[in-house]
């Protein structure tokens, strides 16, 4: 490991809850939870291995179309991680954002992702995103949408500048994207950022992915050559 490039910023769509349980003849929702713990694993392991930044897909626009007990399920997962997890995570100096149009979420579990937010807006230790009630395209809408409503002349827009009005503003691209569970695409995660973004697929399902697969992804990561198109 001595010798890796690591990834400044991984962005990773966890892929696979529902298929595990299934696999392991458990309830859907028991693929969430033990999804839940995943992560929690992997951000531990992110600040241990210096990473900057680690982006993770965690409720897209299109999940809203899943069963009304999955959608609540989830979006108190959201709250569960706010209230067990926050004091930690403040602790450890992690800051903390979730992107997105939370404008769909209840007042309620808005202001508890406010609350955390304004909490870590200050700490350098690792930056995690929570990309929720999110989508690719919708971000790069309303990027636009801003761009317009403040006046910026369009002969004058650069992507440097179109960047500043993405919800990842102020953050580097994604290095590395890994997405587990076997499907091979991003799914409107990330659309713009992960252009020169390195791509990592693994059939793994998400809640059996170790902080030791992770390390293996990074390896990979610093085998490979980016050229950026030169």
């Known amino acids: 490991m001595e010798n890796e490039t690591l990834p400044k910023h991984i962005g990773i769509i966890m892929d696979g809850n529902r298929r595990w349980a299934k696999n392991n003849d458990l309830p859907t929702l028991e693929g969430h939870a033990e999804g839940e713990r995943t992560l929690s694993d992997i951000v531990d392991h992110c600040k241990k291995r210096d990473i900057k930044v680690l982006t993770v897909f965690a ?82 809408l309303n990027a636009i949408r801003r761009i317009d409503e403040e006046g910026i002349d369009m002969n004058t827009l650069t992507e440097e500048v179109f960047s500043n009005y993405l919800y990842t503003a102020g953050l580097p691209d994604p290095d590395l994207v890994i997405r587990t569970s076997g499907e091979q695409r991003l799914s409107n995660f990330l659309t713009w950022q992960s252009v020169y973004s390195e791509l990592y697929f693994i059939d793994i399902h998400w809640p059996d992915f170790t902080p030791e697969e992770l390390d293996k992804a990074i390896e990979a990561y610093s085998l490979r050559q980016r050229r950026f198109g030169k």
């Open 59 to 140: 409720f897209s626009t299109e999940n809203w179309k899943r069963t009304p007990d999955e959608v609540k399920y989830l979006l108190d997962l959201f709250s569960k991680l706010i209230h067990d997890r926050a004091e930690r995570l403040i602790q450890e100096k992690v800051k903390v954002q979730f992107i997105g149009d939370l404008s769909g979420f209840s007042p309620i579990l808005r202001k508890e992702m406010l609350d955390l937010m304004e909490q870590t807006k200050d700490h350098t230790v690792l930056t995690f995103n929570l990309a929720v009630n999110y989508g690719g395209r919708a971000e790069i």
